[in-house]
């Protein structure tokens, strides 16, 4: 049981590159969400997902796309990096809000 | 709109003392409230998980409390040990909601 996994773990774009973060979980959780995390700040949720072919808002959607073909796979798309895209992303599955989440180790992301 | 607060935002402390994180959040309508670790360079992993109908929740040298009508969480540590060294966040799930609100951590370090 591999968990939530991500790749890359990091990964430099220069300005108007775009790229995927991947995310995969194989614990059959219908709840997956993506994050990033700022220095000294907490996690901001991007997007998320309730099931596959299933997507909302976070708080903070802008820069960023996501779609959910499978119940295992929830991949993050970037177009058009922009310096404020610097960060590190957190890929996370539950079973229920209500249930613990389990993380990935995160991706690390470099916009210069 | 839910805001969650952690104060200290770093500690340091020798080991074998009790210590207390504090968590503090706006909005009482909490379904639950969850605790997690998170050492450098990693993703995070989760601790207790406290039911909105429950006080504390205890695993090992760890105890958490939940006064919703304080709008407060505190994770208590027992005779702390350098391997306890990590940031620790609390978030807290909303009644209604799907998403979780995290603090923006405390940085404890306990040294020898």
């Known amino acids: 049981n591999a968990g939530v996994t991500q790749t890359p773990k990091f990964r430099i774009l220069k300005i108007g590159q775009s790229m995927t973060l991947q995310c995969t979980q194989d614990?059959?959780?219908?709840?997956m969400y993506w994050y990033r995390q700022d220095p000294g700040m907490g996690l901001k949720l991007i997007y998320y997902?309730?099931?596959?072919?299933?997507?909302d808002k976070g708080e903070v959607p802008n820069g960023y796309n996501v779609s959910r073909s499978t119940t295992e796979d929830f991949p993050l798309r970037l177009e058009l990096a922009a310096p404020s895209q610097t960060s590190v992303y957190f890929c996370?599955?539950?079973?229920?809000?209500?249930?613990?989440?389990?993380f990935g180790p995160g991706t690390r992301l470099l916009v210069l | 709109k839910q805001e969650v607060t952690q104060i200290p935002a770093a500690l340091s402390v020798p080991e074998g003392e009790n210590l207390v994180l504090n968590c503090s959040f706006t909005?009482?309508?909490?379904?639950?409230l969850q605790w997690f670790r998170q050492d450098p360079g990693k993703g995070l992993t989760s601790l207790l998980l406290?039911?909105?109908?429950?006080r504390e929740q205890t695993s090992g040298r760890l105890n958490a409390s939940l006064d919703k009508s304080s709008g407060r969480s505190t994770l208590y540590i027992a005779a702390s040990q350098p391997g306890d060294s990590a940031t620790y966040l609390c978030a807290a799930l909303r009644v209604g909601s799907d998403k979780l609100i995290f603090g923006t951590g405390t940085r404890l370090q306990v040294f020898p």
């Open positions: 996370a599955s539950g079973r229920d809000p209500g249930e613990t989440q389990y």
């Open positions: 614990m059959n959780h219908n709840y």
């Open positions: 909005d009482s309508a909490i379904y639950n």
């Open positions: 406290i039911q909105s109908s429950q």
């Open positions: 997902s309730v099931g596959a072919g299933i997507t």
